[in-house]
């Protein structure tokens, strides 16, 4: 449990992987994609992500915005 008067150590703050390349990093310091849950270190890499994955993201810009 984290002690909210005390700065975590390493060990406390969680590690994820990014979704686009595979970087190993501390999950604050990357961007989370609600919808797909999953991280992605920088706007460079959601990106190239969205790049490879344009029917995802098309689609999901169809949903939200056209009638």
């Known amino acids: 449990m ?7 150590s ?5 590690r994820t992987t990014c979704a ?7 999950a604050d310091e990357m961007l ?6 999953h991280y992605v270190c920088d706007r460079a ?3 190239e992500w969205a790049d490879d994955n344009y ?4 689609d999901y810009y169809v949903k ?3 009638y």
């Open 2 to 8: 984290l002690d909210r008067f005390r700065p975590p």
């Open 55 to 58: 029917e995802i993201v098309n």
């Open 45 to 47: 890499c959601f990106e």
């Open 32 to 37: 989370y994609d609600d919808h797909m849950e």
């Open 20 to 26: 686009n390349c595979g970087a190993e990093r501390y």
């Open 64 to 66: 939200l915005n056209v």
């Open 10 to 14: 390493p060990g406390d703050e969680t």
